[in-house]
């Protein structure tokens, strides 16, 4: 059986504290991650990125992703927002959205998975927990096929 090429994906990355998408950035490439990342800080900027509004029009410079890693609790627009909208679009909704929140409440779990998320993903407080996730996602992203 012969083992399909990597796909080489464009990830979206959508997190509002700085911190954070540091600390995401740099363990998905300390896992091997060497994808395209486009990181956007608040929903309403994921929104307009994701159906090409204002300053993201053009697809050469933006390019659609074919992975979002979302966070819930954002300025602007909030995840379930953003999930709503890519859920509405029958060309977004194929894209694969993990939530990637520090919240692990079970009606949020449960709304998310309503709106479309794929996965949930609880963001550890203890930074080697946290950094530890990151590089799985890393693996995960190694192993995992993305729709076209």
């Known amino acids: 059986m012969e083992?399909?090429?990597?796909?080489?994906?464009?990830?979206?990355?959508?997190?509002?504290?700085?911190?954070?998408?540091?600390?995401?950035?740099?363990?998905?490439?300390?896992?091997?991650?060497?994808?395209?990342?486009?990181?956007?800080?608040?929903?309403?900027?994921?929104?307009?990125?994701l159906t090409r509004r204002g300053q993201y029009h053009d697809r050469t410079r933006f390019p659609k992703p074919g992975l979002i890693l979302l966070d819930i609790?954002?300025?602007?627009?909030?995840?379930?927002?953003?999930l709503e909208r890519i859920n509405a679009d029958p060309e977004?909704?194929?894209?694969?959205?993990?939530?990637?929140?520090?919240?692990?409440?079970?009606?949020?779990?449960?709304r998310c998975y309503t709106l479309g998320a794929n996965s949930y993903v609880v963001k550890p407080v203890r930074y080697e927990e946290f950094q530890e996730r990151i590089r799985a996602l890393g693996l995960f992203l190694d192993i995992v096929r993305f729709p076209e």
């Open 3 to 49: 083992i399909p090429a990597k796909q080489s994906v464009t990830i979206m990355l959508v997190e509002d504290d700085d911190g954070h998408r540091l600390l995401i950035r740099e363990n998905l490439r300390a896992g091997g991650v060497v994808n395209n990342l486009v990181e956007i800080s608040d929903g309403q900027q994921a929104i307009d990125y």
């Open 92 to 110: 977004l909704r194929l894209i694969p959205v993990l939530m990637l929140t520090s919240t692990d409440d079970q009606l949020e779990v449960n």
């Open 73 to 82: 609790k954002m300025p602007k627009a909030d995840g379930f927002a953003v």
